[in-house]
């Protein structure tokens, strides 16, 4: 059964025999080709530019909201002046 384990995972059966977990963690530390998970790097699809456009965009729209809100609230209290 470890022959076949050995196999499947594409190593010697020593291996397998002899594994520890500190041999192991002594293995995989020892990448230093940036082929390992250190070597993810954070691929930033949004430039500056397109995150600076997004930004005046939302403030041009905020703008609009606060010009809506006080137009109603003038509407609103012109309404309560006509009532008096």
Do not use: C, W
């Not at 059966?13 to 940036?34: K, L, M, P, Q, R």
């Not at 430039?47 to 909201?65: N, R, S």
Request: net charge negative; hydrophobic share 35%; charged share 30%.
């Amino acid at each position: 059964m470890l022959q076949q384990i050995a196999e499947a995972l594409k190593v010697p059966v020593e291996a397998i025999e002899n594994f520890t977990e500190e041999g192991a963690n002594t293995y995989f530390n020892s990448f230093h080709d940036n082929s390992g998970p250190s070597a993810f790097q954070y691929n930033n699809s949004a430039p500056t530019d397109k995150y600076e456009e997004m930004v005046e965009k939302i403030e041009g729209l905020y703008k609009e909201l606060l010009k809506e809100k006080q137009a109603r609230i003038e509407l609103l209290e012109r309404l309560l002046a006509e009532k008096k």
